[in-house]
C-alpha cells in the first residue's frame, strides 16, 4: 500500500512542478488520440449510421467483420501498421514511420470498428422506435439514420468517450509505430511501459494516476457542457 | 429565447475547451515541422537506453553536430530487423556475431566497435547456490546443480540473452538437452527479467551492469559475479547501407557514425556515470 | 358507395394486400379515398388497421395495385401520418416541425412562418423553445399533428392518435383534428374508439380480420336498422363517448 501512497504523492509532484518533460508526453497522448478519436468519429459515426440504415449485398459479412474487429488487439493493429509503413513496406515512401502522425493512424484503426459497431447499435435501437415516422415524413434511409443520429447524441458522446478511452489508454499499437523517441513519439501509456520495464514502479504508478486525472478533466468539461436536465435520455448519459 | 447565466457559462467552457483543443493540437504540429529534415532513426537495444546513456549522450551529440538522433530501442534482434528494413539510419547494438553477420549480408558497409560494459550475475545476497565469485562459468555450473534456485532468461533474441546462451555453452551445459529444473524464459527485457527476479525466491539473472544500477526494485538480489572477461559486452556501430535502402540519410548517419567514435564522442560515453560509476569504458580503435 | 363520390380520387387500393412472412394481414381490399372525406377504419385489435394505413401511406410493401391520383397542379398527393405514440426528436418543439418542413424540401424562407403558423394552431407556440421530450402525452400529439399540418398534407392519415390520451387531452386533440379536417385535408383515422368514429367521421370501413367487410356512410354504419357485417361488432362493443 506505501507504493501507492508514495505514487500519489509523486504524482501531484510531477504536475504542480510542471515538469516540462511531462507536460509534453500529456500534450502528446492528447493530441495523438483526440485526432484519432476525430478521424474515428467522421468515419466510424458514418460507417455505423449507414451500417444501420441500409441494405445492400455484402451487408451481413461487413457487419460481422466490424464486430469481429472490436476485438482487435492494439499490439496487432501496431504491427499491421508498421508493416505498411516500414521503408520495406507498401507506403514506406510516406516516410512517417516512428512519427506521431502513423500514431494516430495506428489508433484511428483501432477505434473505427468501435465507434461504427456501438453507432450501428445506436442507430438501429432509434430505428426501431421512430424509423416509421422518419420514413413518413419522407426521410431516405441515409437521411433517417443521421437524423437518429442527432436525436441521440448523447448516446453518441459516450461512443466517443469511450473510443477516446480505447486510445488514450492503449500501449501496443503506439509503441510499436511510434518508437517511443524521447520527446518525439513517448505518449504516457509508453512512458509508463518504460519506467515499469526499469523497476521504477511507484513513477510508473504515478504516471498512471496522472493519465487517469487528465482523463478525468476531459469528462469533468464534458458534463459541465451538457445542460441540465431530467429527462430519460439525459440521465442515461449522467 | 432567454440565455440564462448558466447557459452563457456553459457556453464560455465549450470555447474555451475548443480552443484548449486548437492550442494543443496545433502546438504539436509546429513542434514537428521545425525538427522536421535534420534527424536519424537510430536503432538501439532497451538495456542501452533504461541504462540512460543516451540521454547524456545524445544532447552532446546535438550540440557538436546540430543533428538530432531518435533512439528507438528495441531488442537486438529487432533492431537488426530495423536495419534490414531500411527503417533506420543508424544500428548501435551489442552483439558482434549477429553484426557481423548483417554487415556480410552488405545492409552496412562497416562495423566499428565503440565501447563495452559489463554483466553481472545477480542473485539473492544469501546465494544458496554459492555462485559468488569472479568465474562465471563456475558460477553457472554451480547453480545447474542446485534444483532449489531458479535463473531468469530473458528469452528475448537481445544482445543479452545471446551472451546469456554462449556463457551456458562456454560453461559445458547444453541447454537444449540439460535444461536445469530452475530455468525460466520470460521473453522480456532487462527491467521485467529483474522484476521477475526480485520477486521470486531464490532467483538469478543475468544482467548488464548498466541496467542493474538504475535498477530500483532490487528487493533481496545482490551482485554476486563480476569482473570475469567472458562477461565484457562488446558494442558496434554501423551505419546502414544507403545501396540498399537509398533514402537512408547516409550523412547525417555518417556524421553520427564518426562522432561515435571520435575522441569527444568516446570522452562523453565515457564521462556518463551513475552513482559515481562509470558504466561503460570506450574502446573504438584509435 | 360513398356519397362525396363526385370528389376527385386521392389514393386507390385495388385487391390489395399485406403479409409478414406466412401471416397474411391484410387480403383483397378495394377502395378509393376521395378529396374532403373522413375515413375511420375500425375494428377489432389485430384486424389490420395499422397495416391498412401503413399501405396507403406507401411504408409498406403491397401486393395488389396501390394508384395515387394527382390533386391539381401537383404530382402526387402530400400525404401525412400520426401514429399512436408519436415520436419526436429530442430537438425543441420548433426544431421538431422545421426538420419536417426541412425533410419534405419547402423552401427555406417559408420554413419559419409556416413552423409559427402551426404551432399557433394546436396552441403550442410558447412551448416552442421547449424540449419536445418534455411535453407531456397530449402536447406531443398535438405537436405531431402541428408537423404533420405544417406540410399542408392532402391526406393525413392517424393510427389511433388518442388511444394513449388521458380524456382531457382526447378531448383536446380530437378537436384539433376536427379543424384540420375541416380546413380541407382528407382524414383517414384508424381507431377503436366507436364514439370518436361517430363524431368524426363521414365514412366508415370495418376490417374483420384482414378483410374489408364493410364500408359504408357513418350514418349507415351507426343506424341500428341497417344489419351488415358489422352488426355484431358493434352490439359486441361498448360505445365510447
Redesign the interface.
Known amino acids: 500500500m506505501t507504493d501507492i501512497a508514495d505514487s500519489l504523492r509523486l504524482a501531484f509532484d510531477l504536475l504542480l512542478r510542471g515538469d516540462t518533460e511531462l507536460l509534453g508526453i500529456v500534450a502528446l497522448s492528447l493530441r495523438v488520440s483526440l485526432s484519432a478519436c476525430l478521424i474515428g468519429a467522421i468515419v466510424g459515426l458514418l460507417a455505423g449510421a449507414a451500417l444501420a440504415a441500409t441494405r445492400f449485398p455484402g451487408h451481413g459479412v461487413l457487419v460481422w467483420a466490424v464486430n469481429t474487429l472490436l476485438a482487435l488487439p492494439s499490439v496487432v493493429v501496431g504491427l499491421l501498421v508498421y508493416l505498411l509503413l516500414s521503408r520495406s513496406g507498401p507506403l514506406g515512401s510516406w516516410g512517417i514511420l516512428f512519427t506521431p502522425t502513423a500514431m494516430v493512424v495506428a489508433q484511428s484503426i483501432l477505434v473505427v470498428p468501435l465507434i461504427a459497431a456501438l453507432t450501428r447499435r445506436l442507430v438501429l435501437d432509434g430505428l426501431r422506435e421512430g424509423g416509421d415516422q422518419l420514413r413518413s415524413m419522407g426521410a431516405g434511409d441515409m437521411t433517417a439514420a443521421l437524423l437518429m443520429l442527432l436525436h441521440e447524441r448523447l448516446g453518441g458522446v459516450t461512443i466517443l468517450l469511450t473510443a477516446f478511452g480505447r486510445a488514450v489508454a492503449e500501449v501496443g499499437a503506439v509503441m510499436v509505430v511510434g518508437g517511443n523517441i524521447a520527446g518525439v513519439t513517448r505518449v504516457m501509456t509508453t512512458a509508463i511501459a518504460l519506467e515499469t520495464t526499469k523497476g521504477d514502479l511507484p513513477l510508473a504508478l504515478a504516471l498512471g494516476l496522472v493519465l487517469l486525472g487528465v482523463v478525468g478533466v476531459i469528462n469533468a468539461l464534458i458534463g459541465l457542457i451538457q445542460p441540465r436536465r431530467g429527462g430519460v435520455v439525459q440521465q442515461a448519459f449522467a | 429565447?432567454d440565455m440564462t447565466i448558466?447557459?452563457a457559462l456553459?457556453r464560455g467552457?465549450?470555447r474555451a475547451?475548443c480552443l484548449l483543443?486548437l492550442v494543443?493540437?496545433g502546438?504539436?504540429s509546429a513542434g514537428?515541422v521545425a525538427?522536421q529534415e535534420r534527424f536519424i532513426?537510430v536503432a538501439s537495444t532497451?538495456s542501452t537506453e533504461?541504462s540512460g546513456l543516451?540521454?547524456h549522450l545524445l544532447p552532446a551529440f546535438m550540440a557538436a553536430t546540430g543533428i538530432e538522433a531518435?533512439?528507438?530501442?528495441?531488442g537486438t534482434g529487432q533492431a537488426l530487423d530495423m536495419g534490414?528494413?531500411?527503417?533506420a539510419d543508424v544500428v548501435f547494438v551489442h552483439d558482434t556475431a549477429a553484426e557481423e553477420k548483417f554487415a556480410a549480408e552488405g545492409f552496412a558497409l562497416k562495423r566499428l566497435p565503440v565501447m563495452y560494459n559489463d554483466f553481472v550475475l545477480v542473485g539473492p545476497a544469501s546465494d544458496p547456490a554459492g555462485a559468488r565469485g569472479n568465474d562465471i562459468a563456475a558460477a553457472l555450473k554451480k547453480l545447474a546443480s542446485t534444483p532449489t534456485v531458479s535463473f531468469v532468461s530473458r528469452g528475448d533474441k537481445s544482445g543479452t540473452h545471446a551472451a546469456e546462451l554462449r556463457l551456458w555453452k562456454a560453461a559445458g551445459i547444453d541447454l537444449a538437452t540439460a535444461r536445469p529444473a530452475g530455468y525460466k524464459e520470460c521473453g522480456?527485457?532487462?527491467?521485467?527479467a529483474?522484476?521477475i527476479a526480485s520477486s521470486t525466491p531464490n532467483a538469478y539473472a543475468l544482467t548488464d551492469r548498466g541496467?542493474w544500477l538504475?535498477?530500483?526494485?532490487?528487493g533481496q538480489l545482490a551482485v554476486l559475479v563480476e569482473g570475469d572477461k567472458t562477461l565484457f559486452n562488446q558494442y558496434g556501430v554501423m551505419a546502414v547501407n544507403p545501396a540498399k535502402?537509398p533514402?537512408v540519410k547516409q550523412a547525417l548517419a555518417q556524421r553520427f557514425v564518426d562522432w561515435v567514435v571520435s575522441p569527444a564522442g568516446q570522452q562523453a560515453i565515457a564521462s556518463y556515470q551513475i552513482g559515481g560509476q562509470q558504466l561503460f569504458f570506450p574502446n573504438a580503435a584509435k | 358507395m360513398s356519397p362525396a363520390a363526385s370528389a376527385p380520387p386521392l389514393i386507390s387500393l385495388r385487391d390489395a394486400g399485406a403479409r409478414f412472412g406466412p401471416t397474411v394481414a391484410l387480403r383483397d381490399v378495394s377502395f378509393t379515398v376521395h378529396r374532403g372525406e373522413r375515413l375511420a377504419v375500425v375494428g377489432a385489435n389485430g384486424s389490420g388497421k395499422s397495416t391498412l394505413l401503413r399501405l396507403l401511406h406507401g411504408l409498406q410493401a403491397a401486393q395488389g395495385e396501390r394508384e395515387l391520383h394527382a390533386p391539381a397542379g401537383a404530382a402526387r398527393p402530400v400525404l401525412a401520418m400520426l401514429f399512436q405514440r408519436p415520436f419526436l426528436l429530442s430537438v425543441s418543439v420548433r426544431w421538431n416541425v422545421l426538420i419536417a418542413l426541412w425533410l419534405r424540401g419547402v423552401p427555406r424562407r417559408e420554413r419559419e412562418a409556416r413552423c409559427r403558423d402551426a404551432l399557433a394552431r394546436v396552441g403550442l407556440l410558447a412551448m416552442a423553445p421547449r424540449q419536445a421530450r418534455e411535453l407531456s402525452g397530449g402536447q406531443q400529439q398535438r405537436l405531431a399533428l402541428a408537423r404533420a399540418w405544417a406540410l399542408r398534407p392532402d391526406v393525413l392519415l392517424l393510427d389511433e392518435p388518442t388511444a394513449s390520451l388521458d380524456p382531457s387531452a382526447k378531448r383536446e386533440v380530437e378537436s384539433l383534428i376536427d379543424e384540420v379536417a375541416c380546413d380541407g385535408t382528407t382524414l383517414v383515422m384508424a381507431t377503436h374508439n366507436l364514439g370518436q368514429a361517430k363524431r368524426l367521421a363521414s365514412r366508415v370501413l370495418y376490417l374483420d380480420a384482414g378483410r374489408l367487410a364493410a364500408d359504408m356512410p357513418v350514418k349507415d354504419f351507426f343506424d341500428p336498422a341497417t344489419n351488415h357485417a358489422a352488426s355484431l361488432f358493434l352490439k359486441g362493443e361498448l360505445p365510447w363517448t
Open positions: 429565447m448558466a447557459d456553459r467552457v465549450l475547451s483543443g494543443v493540437l502546438a504539436g514537428q525538427a532513426v532497451t533504461q543516451f540521454g531518435r533512439v528507438v530501442a528495441v534490414r528494413r531500411g527503417d522480456c527485457g532487462m527491467g521485467p529483474l522484476n541496467t538504475s535498477f530500483k526494485n532490487r535502402h533514402h
